[in-house]
């Protein structure tokens, strides 16, 4: 036997003389985050179970959006036109959703490629809800703080153009918050909730108490269920009432 000693930390060549390639193990290096696709996670998962849910709650927010409208869905036909709009975009929304889950479980090819049909424009759809949604959203805020700064100054005069560059400001405050502020949006998400759950429970809150310590009183029974009141000047109550559902379909 040969006495030559060797070099085990020598890197080590191939038969043609060239260095061998490193060996890699399969699976995931210790301490590494794999997320449930299988790749790599690239962002510090900030978000917790509680933020998660208030991120549900906060976008699923539909009664500020829905009493924010309330002054204009009045028009389209009083209270039963608020109420009855409303049922009825939920009743939509939900028939929608169960014909298209039935037919993606059906057993024969042709209702099969209408459910997929159907699941494809539904997420189409879905996406222009988010995009235009998003813009609704960011303008109602922006005719919120022109109303909010025209409460106090009586002299003040609103203009357009003033309305588009309060939208553009509160658009970039909300991309820079997204884009820089991820460790804080958990956060964010927690405060919203909490103004969103308080806000509802003061909003009933004065709703019931107010009307019975001003002396005005509450309203009748049949102003909320019964009594038809449109005053959009148009004459076809159905196409008010038609109208009058892009209230709700914004709430919801």
Not at 90 to 101: A, F
Not at 144 to 158: E, K, R
Not at 229 to 238: I, W
């Amino acid at each position: 036997m040969s006495d030559e000693k060797i070099d085990v930390d020598a890197p080590a060549y191939d038969t043609k003389g060239l260095p061998a390639p490193a060996v890699v193990e399969d699976g995931p290096i210790e301490g590494e985050v794999i997320n449930v696709s299988g790749h790599k996670q690239e962002l510090d998962r900030n978000f917790g179970f509680w933020s998660i849910c208030a991120i549900g709650v906060v976008s699923d927010n539909a009664w500020a959006a829905g009493g924010g409208s309330l002054i204009v869905a009045f028009y389209n036909g009083g209270g039963p036109g608020v109420i009855f709009e409303l049922y009825v975009c939920s009743l939509q929304l939900l028939l929608v959703n169960e014909l298209r889950d039935l037919a993606s479980i059906a057993a024969t090819f042709f209702y099969v490629f209408i459910g997929a049909s159907l699941a494809q424009c539904g997420q189409q759809w879905n996406c222009l809800a988010w995009i235009f949604g998003t813009a609704s959203s960011t303008l109602w805020a922006a005719n919120t703080i022109i109303a909010m700064y025209s409460l106090y100054h009586p002299d003040y005069t609103p203009q357009r153009w003033q309305i588009f560059v309060v939208f553009l400001v509160v658009c970039w405050m909300d991309a820079s918050v997204v884009m820089f502020g991820q460790r804080i949006l958990p956060k964010l998400a927690n405060l919203a909730c909490c103004v969103c759950v308080g806000g509802v429970f003061i909003t009933i809150m004065v709703c019931a108490i107010m009307p019975a310590t001003t002396g005005q009183g509450y309203a009748s029974n049949s102003f909320v269920w019964t009594e038809w009141n449109n005053q959009t000047g148009y004459t076809s109550d159905g196409f008010v009432f038609l109208a009058g559902m892009l209230n709700g379909a914004f709430a919801i």
